[in-house]
């Protein structure tokens, strides 16, 4: 019994485009529909999250997820809003992304059970690798005009940039390969429908056409929309650079750091599109939150299943801890709890000084600490009026004059917390 997913998707403002007939092809019965993944890194993006969720909506909703992993295509590039050609990649090293991706898409869709809806990953490179180019264009190529092909607004608006170099074959063919794998999933694996951001639309119905005209079948297309904030910045961009879903990229804190700091308004769009929360529970807790926006109840909700999602219940409860050491009421234990790279993260941009673990071995002098060692604070003689004040605290504990650091107040054998007041923090970063 299949559920009504466009229904879902249009509650959680997912659905840009679909081709008519859409909705009622898939309530007849379980169909397979496919989303293609780049797999120039090895691993996916927030940016990818969005069809990331339409699959798992699709297989929760009683239907076929395919994931595809364009290990073809990621040789070629998608001129669609690129305004520079991509790095070419080998073999072994797409192999190894498309084993990571599948890794990251496990934690959204079930690969392993026995049901007939479980979900599939493909790579085009399996069956583009032995294509060869004479063939291709005999077979395929010869159905599709340059007419056709040159009205799409990915090669309109790459060909018509004042700031482009133009586009090479190379990208100018690429709408034909993907429609390809379209055409080559409808027959191996009777996969009907073919979904994507809105900027794929050119892409997946260059494959509807593949179809009608190869295959004399009926594909569907369906897009979501693309994903941006409400301050017209970049969504799933930080300082950094990417939101990466590995943690070795990104960690889990700086994770649950970009959902926690999204704004009011753009919680109150991504709650819905990126957990699995009901349309009763979130409608509840929109309200929740207009009653007390500065509780940022929404932001709270949404960065706990996203992370949980993702990473898992001990990275939250990490990243929450991590989080309450600038935010919050917290000890001495709670820093020793963090790894490194969380404590990196956590004071991150936060003056550091090296001190030698020759120094404090046999205990080193808050006062030389403070300023001599670390030039934290000026001079000892306003290290001592700190100390006087009770606004000193070394790991987060408050010490007084006479207080020597020792190896026992390291953090993960290396560093020690230096703070002044509520928000004035040094580390020392013991060598």
Not at 275 to 297: A, S, V, W
Not at 355 to 367: A, C, E, Q, W
Not at 412 to 428: A, T
Request: with cysteine.
């Amino acid at each position: 019994m299949v559920k009504n997913f466009i229904e879902e998707l249009q509650w959680r403002g997912m659905l840009h485009d679909s081709m008519p007939g859409t909705e009622e092809h898939l309530m007849e019965e379980m169909r397979s529909a496919y989303v293609g993944f780049d797999p120039t890194a090895d691993s996916l993006h927030i940016g990818n999250l969005v069809p990331i969720m339409l699959l798992a909506h699709y297989q929760r909703a009683g239907h076929k997820p395919v994931a595809l992993v364009g290990g073809a295509t990621g040789m070629i590039g998608d001129p669609s809003g690129k305004s520079a050609e991509r790095n070419l990649l080998d073999e072994k090293t797409l192999k190894h992304n498309q084993d990571a991706i599948k890794n990251q898409l496990s934690r959204f869709l079930d690969f392993e059970s026995k049901a007939a809806n479980a979900a599939v990953l493909v790579n085009n490179y399996d069956w583009m690798k032995d294509f060869s180019f004479l063939d291709f264009i005999r077979d395929v190529g010869k159905h599709i005009t340059v007419n056709y092909m040159m009205a799409k607004d990915s090669v309109k608006n790459r060909i018509s940039s004042e700031s482009s170099e133009g586009m090479s074959f190379t990208e100018f063919t690429y709408q034909l390969v993907q429609g390809y794998d379209f055409l080559h999933l409808y027959r191996d694996n009777d996969c009907t429908l073919q979904m994507g951001g809105s900027d794929q639309w050119g892409n997946i119905t260059t494959g509807t056409e593949l179809i009608r005209r190869i295959a004399g079948g009926k594909g569907y297309a369906l897009t979501c929309p693309l994903i941006t904030k409400s301050d017209g910045s970049k969504f799933g961009k930080s300082e950094g650079g990417n939101v990466w879903l590995d943690a070795k990229r990104t960690s889990p804190y700086k994770f649950y750091q970009y959902w926690l700091n999204t704004s009011d308004e753009d919680a109150e769009k991504y709650i819905k599109i990126f957990t699995f929360l009901d349309k009763q529970e979130i409608e509840g807790l929109i309200k929740e939150h207009n009653e007390t926006p500065h509780l940022r109840i929404l932001q709270k909700k949404l960065a706990e299943e996203i992370t949980i999602i993702v990473h898992s219940e001990e990275d939250l409860a990490n990243a929450i801890t991590a989080s309450n050491i600038l935010f919050g009421k917290s000890t001495s234990e709670d820093l020793k709890k963090l790894d490194e790279a969380t404590f990196l993260d956590v004071f991150e941009g936060v003056p550091q000084a090296e001190v030698s673990r020759n120094v404090i071995k046999d205990g080193m002098d808050i006062i030389a600490a403070l300023a001599e060692q670390s030039g934290f604070l000026k001079s000892n003689g306003e290290a001592r009026r700190a100390l006087k004040e009770n606004s000193i605290a070394v790991n987060k504990e408050k010490v007084r004059e006479g207080y020597a650091i020792s190896l026992d107040d390291l953090i993960n054998d290396q560093f020690v917390l230096l703070q002044r007041g509520k928000k004035n923090y040094f580390v020392l970063r013991i060598v």
